[in-house]
């Protein structure tokens, strides 16, 4: 019997990289679009033991429809991080079964709803961390709705379901030095060391991300179910605390945070996926001793 061939996009980011090697392990054949033909062999070095059963194409633009109706050829499972490009091209293959969607917590309620958000709003900086959170936050919302009329409109055959994670932290298996740090981990980071936190502490390991986008492939949930990925609960208070106690030479981050403690409803997770969250602590600490040790390499 031929193992399931799924499509992944975004393969080379953070949370994709984590996605490749678990649907590897769950005996799914994997292809992968690129943007450039050198990251191929980027992806073949990471997975070498995989290598025969990874394929990659190359599609500098993931908004365009006509190369994915290349792509998605023989395809059962498509997990996408991208645009209603690929939803569209989707539909000329009968055989896809069930799409999952990468959205992100940002644009959800704890209640589940979406947040309103103005797309029309004047950002008068874009290029400070407020104009870049929240032009982010508009194009996750823009994408999300896109997805949620395409399900409306087109009525589509295979199962679409999407998932928001909170933060994802946790050891990368992308970053190759300090400067390397992706955004979230880096938050962390900084916040551990600094302090003056100025999110919510709402935080899912990188691995149990990944490991939900998997199980959400041939799960119960019927179409158009979403699936918000939230860790553990813990405190900006618990983690200085932690900090205090296994970095106190790096830890500036005091534990008398006054801040709103937010929390996220996690019931679609629990209920079809039967996830089981990684503990917090040695998921910070994956964070914490990976960047340590590219600072250790940075010259003096």
């Not at 645009?83 to 959800?108: D, G, H, M, Q």
Request: hydrophobic letters at 35%.
């Amino acid at each position: 019997m031929s193992k399931s061939l799924v499509f992944i996009t975004g393969g080379t980011g953070f949370i994709g990289a984590e996605v490749i090697p678990q649907a590897l392990e769950a005996g799914y054949r994997v292809r992968l679009s690129i943007r450039k033909p050198e990251q191929q062999t980027i992806i073949e070095q990471r997975y070498p033991e995989y290598v025969s059963d990874i394929e990659t194409v190359v599609i500098p633009d993931i908004s365009e429809r006509e190369p994915f109706e290349t792509a998605l050829k023989d395809v059962d499972y498509p997990a996408l991080n991208g645009t209603e490009a690929i939803l569209y091209a989707a539909l000329k293959f009968p055989n896809i079964k069930t799409i999952v969607v990468t959205s992100s917590c940002i644009i959800k309620e704890n209640s589940g709803e979406v947040f309103p958000v103005d797309v029309d709003v004047k950002i008068s900086d874009p290029y400070s961390q407020d104009g870049q959170r929240l032009m982010y936050r508009i194009s996750k919302f823009l994408a999300h709705q896109a997805t949620r009329d395409f399900l409306e409109r087109e009525k589509p055959a295979f199962k679409l379901l999407t998932t928001h994670p909170v933060f994802v932290i946790g050891r990368s298996r992308i970053q190759n030095s300090a400067e390397q740090v992706d955004l979230v981990n880096n938050m962390l980071w900084s916040t551990i060391q600094y302090g003056n936190p100025e999110t919510p502490s709402l935080w899912v390991d990188v691995k149990d991300c990944a490991a939900a986008h998997v199980k959400a492939i041939e799960c119960s949930a019927p179409s158009g179910t979403e699936f918000i990925h939230n860790g553990p609960d813990v405190s900006w208070n618990e983690i200085a605390e932690f900090g205090k106690q296994e970095y106190p030479q790096l830890a500036k981050l005091e534990p008398n945070w006054n801040g709103h403690n937010t929390g996220a409803e996690t019931v679609n997770v629990k209920k079809y996926l039967g996830m089981e969250w990684r503990p917090w602590k040695p998921t910070m600490r994956e964070v914490m001793e990976q960047q340590l040790s590219f600072q250790s390499q940075v010259p003096k």
